[in-house]
């Protein structure tokens, strides 16, 4: 195998498909890279088992094949390259020259037959959905998804597809996030993906791209002419988030994002370290805020709002509100409550997109 690449074509795969390769793995062959000659350049894929990325990238091709390299390795020595064309080829025994301007490097590398083959995964019935679309479902939804190994199905993204609309939603028991936007002539599915496969659609694909989206026995793969990102599926029925979402919220408030965001960071920093609790008390005009923390202090504080309903004392994890404000695409927020142990929503206020969003928090009890 042997190819001559620019540098920055060379630096652009490696930076698409090293993210991929896990950073300890008892499998030798995954902490490389495979590398392989196409008809247009070369094909640059990597794998951690549950996700694999691989990407296509101009170059010019003098030998056909195709070798693994170390992937940190290579990574390095391509960052601190001159700027000048950079020469690659293998040898039968794996051994790997890389030379660039004057600077030249061998590296040991593992036979293409060790790397782990892809997912089976067919094209030719695939969906076709705009990438900016998936875009803002994944930025909106996947922060919600829980860390914790107790339940793994909340580790999950659950993305429902349907013949007219595709909805996102993710949760970890005490918030959820839900988006939805229109499309024409899908197909239907649930499927339950993990956010680190959705990081990586999101980091790789350019909003206005259209992908290719196909679905094999328990993977999912994502596709456009250049790119390719396939995932393994979490198996097991999602939760019936819609029984959660309150639908008898008597109480609203319209809140100024930026304003709300400000006194909440300013409490959170007496707020306790494995709680979080604020306690926020809605009337009409002003929403007030107090932490009060044992070995820390107090703190109080106070906004003006455009409150409708009773007055109401309610608590929160600030962390989770915080985050999920972060995530608001308007200047203004929507808060509907029923009573102090009940979930609330949060929605973006006078949002002009066909996109429904809506976000649900569960509220801390309060301790006088």
Same mark, same amino acid.
């Given at each position: 195998?042997?190819?001559?690449?620019?540098?920055? %074509?060379?630096?652009?795969?490696?930076?698409?498909?090293?993210?991929?390769?896990?950073?300890?793995?008892?499998?030798?062959?995954?902490?490389?890279?495979?590398?392989?000659?196409?008809?247009?350049?070369?094909?640059? #894929?990597?794998?951690?088992?549950?996700?694999?990325?691989?990407?296509?990238?101009?170059?010019?091709?003098?030998?056909?094949?195709?070798?693994?390299?170390?992937?940190?390795?290579?990574?390095?020595?391509?960052?601190?390259?001159?700027?000048?064309?950079?020469?690659?080829?293998?040898?039968?025994?794996?051994?790997?020259?890389?030379?660039?301007?004057?600077?030249?490097?061998?590296?040991?590398?593992?036979?293409?037959?060790?790397?782990?083959?892809?997912?089976?995964?067919?094209?030719?019935?695939?969906?076709?959905?705009? #990438?900016?679309?998936?875009?803002?479902?994944?930025?909106?939804?996947?922060?919600? $998804?829980?860390?914790?190994?107790?339940?793994?199905?909340?580790?999950?993204?659950?993305?429902?597809?349907?013949?007219?609309?595709?909805?996102?939603?993710?949760?970890?028991?005490?918030?959820?996030? %839900?988006?939805?936007?229109?499309?024409?002539?899908?197909?239907?599915?649930?499927?339950?993906?993990?956010?680190?496969?959705?990081?990586?659609?999101?980091?790789?694909?350019?909003?206005?791209?259209?992908?290719?989206?196909?679905?094999?026995?328990?993977? +999912?793969?994502?596709?456009?002419?250049?790119?390719?990102?396939?995932?393994?599926?979490?198996?097991?029925?999602?939760?019936?988030?819609?029984?959660?979402?309150?639908?008898?919220?008597?109480?609203?408030?319209?809140?100024?994002?930026?304003?709300?965001?400000?006194?909440?960071?300013?409490?959170?920093?007496?707020?306790?370290?494995?709680?979080?609790?604020?306690?926020?008390?809605?009337?009409?005009?002003?929403?007030?805020?107090?932490?009060?923390?044992?070995?820390?202090?107090?703190?109080?504080?106070? +906004?003006?709002?455009?409150?409708?309903?009773?007055?109401?004392?309610?608590?929160?994890?600030?962390?989770?509100?915080?985050?999920? +404000?972060?995530?608001?695409?308007?200047?203004?927020?929507?808060?509907?409550?029923?009573?102090?142990?009940? $979930?609330?929503?949060?929605?973006?206020?006078?949002?002009?997109?066909?996109? %429904?969003?809506?976000?649900?928090?569960?509220? +801390?009890?309060?301790?006088?």
């Amino acid at each position: 195998m042997r190819f001559t690449i620019t540098r920055e %074509k060379l630096q652009e795969g490696l930076a698409a498909v090293t993210p991929a390769v896990p950073g300890k793995t008892t499998l030798p062959v995954l902490a490389n890279l495979l590398v392989q000659t196409t008809d247009k350049g070369i094909r640059i #894929s990597g794998t951690d088992l549950d996700i694999a990325v691989s990407t296509e990238v101009t170059a010019d091709v003098e030998g056909v094949g195709a070798i693994t390299i170390p992937a940190r390795k290579l990574s390095e020595i391509a960052r601190e390259l001159p700027p000048a064309p950079v020469r690659i080829s293998a040898t039968g025994d794996q051994r790997i020259t890389l030379e660039c301007g004057r600077s030249k490097f061998k590296l040991l590398g593992l036979p293409k037959s060790e790397f782990p083959s892809f997912p089976a995964v067919q094209f030719d019935k695939a969906v076709r959905i705009p #990438s900016g679309d998936l875009q803002k479902l994944i930025g909106h939804t996947a922060f919600a $998804a829980s860390t914790e190994e107790s339940r793994p199905i909340l580790n999950g993204v659950l993305w429902e597809l349907r013949s007219d609309l595709m909805r996102m939603v993710a949760t970890n028991g005490h918030r959820l996030a %839900k988006m939805e936007v229109g499309v024409s002539g899908g197909q239907k599915a649930d499927l339950i993906i993990p956010p680190k496969a959705l990081d990586q659609i999101r980091r790789l694909f350019a909003a206005e791209e259209e992908l290719e989206v196909a679905q094999g026995e328990n993977h +999912l793969g994502f596709r456009s002419p250049f790119t390719s990102v396939y995932t393994r599926l979490i198996e097991g029925p999602y939760p019936g988030y819609e029984q959660v979402i309150p639908k008898d919220n008597d109480k609203k408030a319209i809140v100024d994002k930026a304003a709300f965001t400000s006194a909440l960071r300013r409490m959170s920093v007496v707020a306790s370290d494995q709680t979080h609790r604020i306690r926020l008390s809605f009337n009409a005009g002003m929403v007030k805020f107090s932490v009060s923390t044992p070995d820390l202090g107090e703190a109080q504080d106070e +906004l003006p709002i455009r409150y409708d309903g009773d007055p109401l004392d309610i608590g929160f994890n600030a962390a989770y509100l915080l985050e999920i +404000l972060r995530q608001m695409p308007t200047e203004e927020v929507k808060m509907t409550f029923r009573a102090p142990e009940r $979930a609330s929503t949060i929605e973006p206020e006078g949002w002009s997109e066909s996109a %429904k969003y809506l976000c649900l928090l569960m509220p +801390l009890r309060l301790v006088d």
